[in-house]
């Protein structure tokens, strides 16, 4: 498996990252699609990731340096596809002036965020229901 990650807008692959982002979330853990649909999408900047010319994950960096709708299909899931969908993110964050990208992290995840540089802050907290916490970008670990 070689995943390749590129760099895309809203405009060229919305059909592509929300066919992704809704079979993660709203199907698999219940998000109420106007909770996905935040209105931010066409000012982020998006990542997906193809294996085989196939769409299987996405990411997103917000204008304020947040990185988050990170979604792998689940049979894709743990072959590191989120790592660099993640550095990618990251790498672009920093490119653009933000020396602490930051992100919301479930709270089952923290664990993965932490193993890529991130170190969590702040208190638990519910989005769309389910518990989050917040990490900041400190570097690779």
Do not use: C
């Amino acid at each position: 498996m070689s995943p390749v990650i590129r760099r895309v807008s809203w405009g060229e692959a919305a059909e592509t990252l929300k066919t992704i982002r809704f079979k993660v979330f709203v199907e698999e853990q219940s998000v109420p699609v106007d909770e996905e649909l935040d209105g931010m999408d066409e000012v982020s900047t998006h990542f997906l990731a193809t294996v085989r010319d196939r769409p299987v994950g996405v990411a997103r960096l917000m204008p304020s340096g947040q990185i988050g709708r990170m979604a792998v299909l689940i049979s894709y899931r743990r072959h590191g596809i989120g790592a660099l969908l993640l550095h990618a993110a990251v790498k672009e964050a920093l490119e653009n002036g933000f020396p602490e990208p930051f992100l919301h992290a479930q709270t089952h995840a923290l664990g993965f965020y932490a193993q890529n540089g991130f170190s969590a802050f702040g208190e638990i907290f519910l989005d769309a229901g389910i518990e989050h916490r917040a990490m900041r970008y400190v570097g690779d670990t």
